[in-house]
């Protein structure tokens, strides 16, 4: 039995679950006006746009505030390739990328301290009190996405996967 609960690993589904339900709620929020706009405007610019022969287009179409963000672009397109403008299945995929965010929390802060119930209120520390509280509900927004990639970088750094180190510090810097 002991051997069951270590293969479920009871405290990693707990704060996945927690995740869950705490993101719930967004799948009934429509389009926000802030930044949820902007980025389905854009993405619909790059479906009108998408062309392997023409893509200049694409590597100045933000060049007003000098940002270069294509990992962040690309993952809106794709969304919204996938989803079009149902602003549910965009929530969905949100609550996917926090729920990889709370995975990679925890296998850190479990890989650092061999003890579940540190990594379970790490997890938990992150999604009650994350400093950018407003991502939660927001599509727009690059943190939840660069979140993510950075985690995934400090978890292949730990494992000493220095080639999949260094493409996630390329998608890093390519993405906020």
């Known amino acids: 039995m002991t051997n069951l609960f270590r293969r479920l690993n009871l405290s990693l589904i707990i704060l996945l679950a927690v995740t869950f339900f705490v993101m719930l709620p967004q799948l009934k929020i429509p389009w ?3 930044d949820d706009g902007e980025s389905l405007r854009i993405a619909q610019e790059m479906d009108n746009h998408f062309s392997p022969k023409d893509y200049g287009w694409f590597l100045s179409f933000e060049k007003e505030s000098g940002r270069f ?8 397109y794709l969304t919204y390739k996938a989803f079009g403008c149902n602003s549910a299945l965009h929530h969905l995929a949100h ?4 729920l990889l965010i709370s995975f990679f929390i925890y296998q850190i802060v ?5 003890d579940r119930l540190s990594a379970l209120l790490g997890g938990l520390l992150f999604l009650f009190f994350d400093p950018a509280k407003e991502n939660l509900y927001r599509l727009g927004t690059a943190e939840p996405l660069f979140t993510l990639i950075i985690l995934c970088l ?10 999949l180190v260094i493409i996630f510090t390329l998608l890093a810097y390519l993405t906020k």
């Open 95 to 98: 609550l996917g990328i926090y």
């Open 32 to 34: 926000m006006l802030i």
């Open 154 to 163: 400090f978890y292949f750094l730990i494992l000493q996967k220095f080639r």
């Open 110 to 114: 479990f890989r650092l301290s061999k």
């Open 69 to 76: 963000r294509p990992v962040y672009w690309i993952y809106h």
